[in-house]
């Protein structure tokens, strides 16, 4: 084709460096004495979509060893997810804190 210079190798080599996969990050909730069970699974089946029974084997773990994983994503829904837990639990007077770390 007239015009084109481009191969097909060079078009495959661009092609390639856009599938970067983005970053991913761990939400863990964090076991405080005052935040109900009651509210870490709501918290949990609400903000992070987690089935009842999946909800209460976390909120267990986390009761059990101080923390435990809510989930994992990229770093903006991470941090989203974050703030709307926090929004959440100061609105309801509870002290429940969460935290990110990179995978």
């Known amino acids: 084709m ?8 060079e078009i495959k080599t661009k092609d390639k460096t856009k599938l970067k ?3 991913l990050y761990k939400v863990i909730l964090l076991n ?5 069970m009651d509210f870490v699974v709501y918290i949990l089946e609400t903000v992070f979509n987690k089935k009842p029974i999946e909800a209460i084997q976390i909120m267990l773990h986390v009761h059990k060893n101080g923390s435990g994983l809510a ?3 990229t770093k903006d829904i ?3 997810k974050i703030n709307i837990v926090h929004e959440l639990a ?3 007077e509870f002290p429940l804190r969460c935290i990110m770390e990179k995978e």
């Open 71 to 73: 989930g994992i994503y």
């Open 2 to 9: 007239p015009g084109n210079t481009r191969t097909t190798e």
């Open 78 to 80: 991470a941090e989203t």
């Open 21 to 23: 996969r983005p970053d």
């Open 90 to 92: 100061q609105k309801n």
């Open 32 to 36: 405080d004495d005052y935040t109900t």
